[in-house]
């Protein structure tokens, strides 16, 4: 069964650092999301690709935070510099359809980020 | 603005008890509104949809306009029902709530 991949599982960094992560969707999911799960919340939508246009970036920290999908397949999510508040699981989902409604997310299984 | 509350973040019964995991909306339009399951080392996975009015493993949710709330609710819980739930919104893109972890003893 496909599945979305994430790497690296865990990392551990020290503030001012660049930490960037990775995203494989499942084959042929043309919209890709970036959540942020901070410990003892729910999920919130960082950025969401349609291939590789940004739809919604409207909670992306933009001076510290880019997100890119080049070709519209993979992705990657970069912070730089990290500070001690990024701490926290940074999950990938991708679905076979965009704003549509009753559409399903496949979630990956998060990278989680220490900054000490 | 639109926000999905989940009132309880630990909801503890014995296995065959009635489970009720709770969940309000604030949403001016027509919602569209998920539960998502989280089972232990596993991935966040989507459970039901409203809009299917299905029921999976053995849990259903009634959307209650009147009470913005769509609660999720199976009447015998098991064991392998333990896990972390998040009731989610549809606004162009996934607002969730805070979770509420469901522990079913035995």
């Known amino acids: 069964e496909a599945e979305v991949a994430q790497s690296p599982r865990y990392k551990i960094t020290e503030k001012s650092q660049a930490v960037a992560f990775w995203c494989d969707p499942i084959s042929g999911h043309a919209t890709l999301y970036w959540y942020r799960q901070i410990l003892g919340q729910g999920p919130e939508l960082l950025v969401q690709?349609?291939?590789?246009?940004?739809?919604?970036d409207s909670q992306l920290p933009k001076d510290r935070f880019s997100a890119e999908r080049l070709k519209g397949v993979d992705s990657t999510l970069k912070i730089q510099p990290a500070e001690l508040g990024d701490s926290a699981m940074y999950l990938c989902a991708s679905s076979s359809q965009g704003a549509v409604r009753s559409y399903e997310q496949y979630f990956g299984p998060g990278t989680r980020l220490t900054v000490t | 603005a639109q926000r999905v509350t989940q009132p309880e973040k630990l909801l503890s019964v014995f296995k065959g008890a009635p489970v009720e995991l709770k969940c309000n909306y604030s949403?001016?339009?027509?919602?569209?509104l998920f539960w998502y399951v989280q089972y232990s080392r596993q991935r966040l996975q989507l459970l039901l949809r409203?809009?299917s009015r299905e029921s999976i493993k053995g849990f259903t949710a009634d959307l209650n306009k009147g009470e913005t709330s769509f609660h999720l609710k199976k009447p015998f819980a098991q064991e392998e029902d333990s896990a972390m739930y998040y009731c989610a919104l549809n606004d162009d893109k996934l607002i969730f709530g805070t979770g509420t972890r469901l522990q079913v003893f035995p």
């Open positions: 690709f349609q291939d590789e246009s940004v739809v919604d």
């Open positions: 949403y001016s339009g027509s919602p569209e």
């Open positions: 409203h809009i």
